[in-house]
């Protein structure tokens, strides 16, 4: 077995990657004009076109805009714009496409290697690596159409006044970028022309679906093997002040498999909105935030989606809302979406307590994790990871970036309700019913938000990890008691507010 210590001895580690990134990038030149024309269509999109794209959402990297003009070309469609960091180099008009060890990563892996900027790299990535995962069905990658500087300034001071404050303190649309992601408006129906048809979308960001096994975890972190990531993260925000009130959701409920807690998950979510659950009618938002975290569902709130959904859910008032819920969980129950979802999460089989010693030997670093342990008892456990096969290392990597997209990405259920001679035989869709019969509706199932987590954010995660687990063990000398007892007291404060926003 050979140590990766000792793969590069006797040479410059930098030289060395240096060298063998030159060659990576012959190889990208001969072939990025190709790559280009295979991502990009003839369709350039100008200032006179500006006023047809509306504001639909947005993330840490990029504007989500909708169509709302009449062009064949766009409807149905929306497009990602990328934005730039207010202190960031907005001249950076292509950025390096990836890292000198990401190039290592993910060689010969869908032809990343040959796409020219970050960008492509992302539509490359969902569309080679991610799509064939999670299932093309579920998967629309995109095409990069041109855009001119004077379209991306009239859309930034467009957008200015609808995107929420500290988005617009942090970043504005990169107005240097000459291409966009036009993809599917997964809010919708294809081809839904028909003025009097109403379409209903949910976005969930369901989180890391299963509870990790890895012999890595060190025995203070156990509580990891016990609690899920979303509800000890859930701990940290609310110590931070990130967040108002401590959600009831649990992503291991929605990835059970079980209708009843499949259900009940639904009923969490939208009772602790977060930035976790929104609803559009139409492709426009109706409940939830638009780009950061959603006020708690109060009595207020409730009472409001429930007239929203007056023309959607044909039932009594006071209980639209009950059974659009359950409407949603049983498509999530009967699609079976959480089991591909899950698999591809469980990519992850080491942890980041595991999985950073490998990164540390793919960068060919000194261990830092090592180093902070300095108890050789604890070391010894992880020596393995430090004399594995280098391609081993590599895989191990590649696996946790690609887990991590999905435990990242966002689910878009979209409904229609069915009738007006809406012909059975010929919809590709499939169908779910309220509970009660009277109502059924048509529903698709797709992955959004599938951008490749970048290398160099691995300390980051690992740091992140133990901030997580650290304040929940703080939280846990505090109160001197067991962990169930943690959580009830966490939650007691607001299981009466919540109790009584159930019953609307």
């Known amino acids: 077995m050979v140590d990766n210590n000792d793969r590069w001895q006797g040479v410059s580690t930098p030289l060395c990657f240096l060298h063998l990134h030159q060659t990576l990038c012959f190889k990208q030149q001969n072939s990025r004009d190709f790559v280009t024309n295979l991502q990009m269509v003839e369709l350039v999109l100008e200032d006179k076109d500006a006023a047809d794209w509306v504001y639909r959402g947005e993330g840490g990297l990029n504007i989500v805009l909708a169509y709302n003009g009449s062009s064949s070309n766009f409807i149905g469609k929306v497009l990602r714009v990328r934005k730039v960091k207010r202190n960031g180099t907005e001249c950076e008009k292509a950025p390096s496409a990836l890292s000198v060890h990401e190039c290592l990563v993910w060689e010969g892996v869908g032809d990343l290697l040959s796409a020219s900027t970050k960008d492509i790299v992302n539509h490359m990535y969902a569309k080679h690596v991610m799509s064939p995962l999670l299932g093309p069905q579920h998967v629309d990658a ?21 995107r929420p404050s500290w988005r617009v303190d942090n970043a504005r649309v990169n107005t240097l970028h000459d291409s966009a992601l036009l993809m599917s408006d997964h809010s919708i129906f294809p081809h839904a022309v028909d003025g009097e048809e109403c379409c209903i979308s949910v976005e969930i960001k ?24 979303f509800k ?6 609310f110590h931070q002040g990130k967040i108002s009130q401590i959600s009831e959701y649990d992503p291991l409920d929605l990835f059970s498999g079980s209708k009843p807690r ?26 939830g ?6 006020e708690d ?13 007056k023309n959607i859910i044909k039932a009594d008032d006071g209980t639209r809302t009950a059974k659009f819920l359950n409407l949603v969980g049983e498509a999530v129950y009967n699609s079976g979406i959480m089991n591909r979802l899950l698999e591809v999460q469980k990519l992850d089989v080491f942890d980041i307590e595991g999985v950073i010693h490998a ?20 070391l010894s456990k992880y020596d393995g990871f430090h004399s594995i096969p280098f391609e081993e290392s590599l895989k191990i990597v590649r696996d946790f970036l690609v887990a991590s997209t999905a435990k990242d990405l966002s689910l878009m259920i979209g409904f229609r309700g069915r009738g007006k001679g809406r012909g059975i035989s010929g919809d590709s ?20 938000d599938l951008d490749m987590k970048p290398l160099e954010k691995m300390a980051y995660y690992y740091k992140l990890d133990q901030e997580i687990i650290n304040c929940y063990t703080r939280m846990m000398e505090t109160v001197n008691r067991p962990e169930k007892s943690l959580v009830e007291i966490l939650y007691q404060d607001q299981s009466a507010a919540i109790e009584d926003i159930s019953q609307t």
């Not at 000890?232 to 925000?237: A, F, N, T």
């Open 429 to 448: 869709y499939d169908v779910v019913c309220l509970d009660s019969g009277d109502q059924s509706f048509d529903y698709k199932v797709s992955f959004i």
């Open 262 to 287: 499949v259900l009940k998950s639904i009923k969490d979510l939208f009772l602790t909105p977060q930035n976790n659950f929104r609803v559009l009618i139409n492709g426009s938002l109706v409940f």
């Open 359 to 378: 990164y540390y030997d793919v960068v060919s670093e000194p261990c830092a994790v090592c180093r902070e342990f300095g108890d050789g008892n604890v």
């Open 142 to 162: 995109g095409v990069r159409v041109q855009v001119t500087k004077e379209f991306l300034e009239l859309v930034h001071n467009r957008v200015l006044f609808q």
């Open 232 to 237: 000890l993260h859930q701990i940290l925000k």
């Open 289 to 294: 935030s638009s780009g950061g975290e959603a």
């Open 206 to 229: 369901p989180k890391c679906g299963f509870l990790p096994v890895s012999k890595f975890i060190r025995e203070k972190n156990s509580a990891k093997k016990r609690i899920s990531r």
């Open 297 to 309: 569902t109060d009595s207020q709130i409730a009472e409001s989606f429930e007239q929203t959904l």
